[in-house]
């Protein structure tokens, strides 16, 4: 809508903000989300079991469409994701005879993707989350029981960097999860990040998730957490930025809109989280939100099936809430 400022125009300068979206959102919502962002990230299309459902059978044709839209529109790409624990054909860790595949018959088939995926992209996709989530949430465990540790070992986060280095050596290649601000999780993903890091594995930066919500972390725990990454020296990106209207762990379903209390805390939660991504814009350089509008969010139906929820700046007639105004102030 022309009436309405950009906010890729307002934080050209700072870093990118982007939208996670799929080829329906495009078709739907493209020139809104040509004029409001500057960086896309397929939210399922460019996953491992989109791009290669079976061994050898690659489906290229939407992950193709979104990149020729980012093109068209002079707009950055992020690459989601090559490992992960989810959204990952089954086909990867079996063998032939259907038992479990070996740790070279894995790291074959990750080489092949990431060859596969990277090497078509090569030059239009920036920035590639290599690895999503692989640190554990809870209590003392460190890297997370996955078909990708147990098939491949200790080392896989390093072999999937320097694969992905190979496949495209312009990429700038993040390790990216959630929790991510946790005082817990936190010192794991330093832990890990750094020991990948002396080992010499190219990770050029440390993708934060950013699903917060109205209540929750609290801004000192999120500078923490920025401070903490960013004294790494790499890169920092917002890859996941919503706040949901509801802590996890409120399964509460009455809602078929926000309350008033909940539209003033999104937009002052949206005030201090913007202010300080610009103090620390010397760290950050793009923050993605996951979605363009709350016509699509993941958390419809996340973790509570069936359930609505109202996390972004534009509401699901794509109007920009309050929020939206004083991030483009904090700009
Ligand atoms: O916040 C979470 C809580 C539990 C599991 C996963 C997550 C976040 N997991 C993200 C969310 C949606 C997916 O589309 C993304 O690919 C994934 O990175």
């Given at each position: 809508?022309?009436?309405?400022?950009?906010?890729?125009?307002?934080?050209?300068?700072?870093?990118?903000?982007g939208a996670a979206?799929?080829?329906?959102?495009?078709?739907?919502?493209?020139?809104?989300?040509?004029?409001?962002?500057?960086?896309?990230?397929?939210?399922?299309?460019?996953?491992?079991?989109?791009?290669?459902?079976?061994?050898?059978r690659y489906a290229f044709e939407a992950a193709d469409a979104i990149v020729e839209f980012a093109q068209r529109g002079g707009m950055a790409m992020r690459g989601h994701t090559l490992v992960w624990h989810n959204q990952t054909?089954?086909?990867?860790?079996?063998?032939?005879?259907?038992?479990?595949?070996?740790?070279e018959e894995v790291l074959r088939r990750l080489e092949d993707h990431a060859h596969a995926v990277m090497g078509r992209y090569r030059g239009r996709?920036?920035?590639?989350?290599?690895?999503?989530?692989?640190?554990?949430?809870?209590?003392?465990?460190?890297?997370?029981p996955t078909k990708w540790l147990e098939r491949i070992g200790e080392d896989y986060l390093e072999r999937a960097f320097r694969i992905a280095h190979e496949a495209d050596p312009d990429?700038?290649?993040?390790?990216?999860?959630?929790?991510?601000?946790?005082?817990?999780?936190?010192v794991k993903i330093h832990r890990l990040v750094r020991s990948?890091?002396?080992?010499?594995?190219?990770?050029?930066?440390?993708?934060?998730?950013?699903?917060?919500?109205l209540y929750g972390p609290p801004i000192d725990e999120i500078k923490e957490a920025i401070e903490l990454y960013a004294s790494l020296g790499v890169r920092l990106h917002i890859t996941e930025l919503d706040v949901s209207a509801?802590?996890?762990?409120d399964r509460r379903t009455d809602l078929l809109r926000p309350t008033p209390e909940m539209e003033e805390r999104l937009t002052e939660r949206y005030e201090e989280i913007f202010k300080l991504f610009r103090e620390y814009r010397s760290a950050i350089d793009s923050v993605t939100f996951w979605g363009a509008a709350d016509t699509r969010t993941w958390l419809d139906g996340f973790p509570?099936?069936?359930?609505?929820?109202?996390?972004?700046?534009?509401?699901?007639?794509?109007?920009?809430?309050?929020?939206?105004?004083r991030m483009l102030e904090a700009a």
């Open positions: 809508d022309t009436a309405i400022p950009s906010l890729h125009e307002a934080y050209a300068g700072l870093f990118r903000i979206v799929s080829t329906d959102t495009l078709r739907r919502e493209g020139p809104f989300i040509a004029g409001q962002y500057n960086s896309l990230t397929a939210e399922n299309q460019m996953k491992f079991e989109e791009i290669q459902p079976e061994e050898g054909p089954d086909w990867v860790f079996r063998a032939a005879d259907g038992g479990d595949a070996s740790r996709i920036g920035a590639w989350d290599v690895v999503n989530e692989a640190v554990e949430d809870e209590g003392d465990g460190y890297l997370r990429a700038r290649l993040f390790y990216n999860d959630y929790n991510e601000t946790d005082p817990v999780k936190r990948l890091l002396e080992a010499g594995a190219p990770v050029h930066g440390i993708g934060m998730q950013g699903h917060w919500n509801f802590r996890f762990e509570v099936r069936g359930r609505l929820n109202w996390p972004l700046p534009f509401d699901r007639k794509l109007r920009p809430k309050p929020a939206f105004w």
